[in-house]
């Protein structure tokens, strides 16, 4: 890579497990973009001063992993509704203008979902567990995508509560349900099961009742790799079909590199290419 190539880099606490640099590595080489893409990691308490350094390094943008979404739609000057919309973002731009953020991962999401996992959304019920920056990058293209009910299930019920509030007039102007509870209230059952709780990463007990899967839900991780085999594992035993996050970590950096870069990668062949790997 030439001296000229600009910068970037995903920015977290942890991120050794990361494979962002080597999907970014392989975008820009089918496109023939001159980038660096590095990982960073940052102390809990450190991100804005990672940020500006990073920036002051030359970086042109990063994307923002656990657990630093919600400061990063803070930080940023500039918000897209996406980010407006859920209070978190993983990716940002660094511009003459200032900091501009954004919200790929409910794009990564239900395009892995529906295009690289086949399985339509439209009048879905799903169970998306947690009330964090994943879930909240998340509910509102879930929404969009046409869903018939989201159940928010999150420990600390204020928390779900909130996400479903700032998201109540998307879910009517969609007439799809919404609904926030506790895991231990939790009744029903569901078409998909979205993880996006920190729980595969911290080595936690999966953190809602096996009664929630249907004979054939679809059960999803957004984590990836070792990180997510336990709750693949209680998928599999209950007779749902587990999906990890790899996809949609895949499809969400397809668009952040469109951002930065202008140029849509080929995000199904650099899935394939990993998959092969595993």
């Known amino acids: 890579m030439s001296s000229s190539a600009d910068l970037y880099c995903v920015m977290g606490n942890p991120v050794a497990h990361s494979r962002s640099p080597a999907i970014h590595a392989r975008f820009a080489e089918l496109t023939g973009e001159q980038m660096v893409y590095e990982r960073c990691l940052l102390p809990i308490d450190g991100f804005a ?17 656990v657990p630093f979404k919600i400061e990063a739609a803070a930080l940023a000057t500039h918000r897209s509704e996406r980010v407006q919309l859920a209070g978190a973002a993983n990716t940002l731009v660094f511009a003459p203008d200032g900091i501009h953020a954004d919200n790929t991962d409910g794009l990564g999401l239900v395009a892995d979902i529906t295009r690289n996992a086949g399985l339509a ?39 779900a509560q909130a996400l479903v509030q700032a998201h109540a007039g998307l879910a009517s102007l969609q007439k799809a349900e919404l609904l926030a509870l506790t895991p231990q209230a939790l009744e029903a059952n569901f078409d998909l099961i979205i993880n996006a709780t920190a729980s595969s990463l911290a080595g936690d007990a999966v953190p809602v009742p096996a009664h929630v899967l249907r004979t054939g839900s679809m059960a999803y991780d957004m984590m990836y790799g070792p990180a997510a085999q336990g709750f693949l594992d209680w998928a599999r035993q209950h007779g749902a079909v587990p999906r990890d996050g790899l996809g949609m970590l895949v499809e969400q950096a397809a668009e952040a590199f469109a951002l930065w870069r202008g140029v849509r990668p080929p995000s199904a062949q650099v899935l394939k290419e990993l998959q092969a790997t595993v």
């Open 49 to 65: 001063q990672g940020v500006r350094d990073f920036i002051a390094r030359g970086g042109r943008g990063c994307n923002v992993t």
């Open 121 to 159: 959304l439209a009048g879905r019920d799903v169970l998306l567990v947690g009330a964090g920056g994943a879930a909240a990058g998340v509910l509102g293209p879930l929404l969009q995508a046409g869903v018939r009910h989201i159940t928010v299930a999150n420990r600390t019920l204020a928390r």
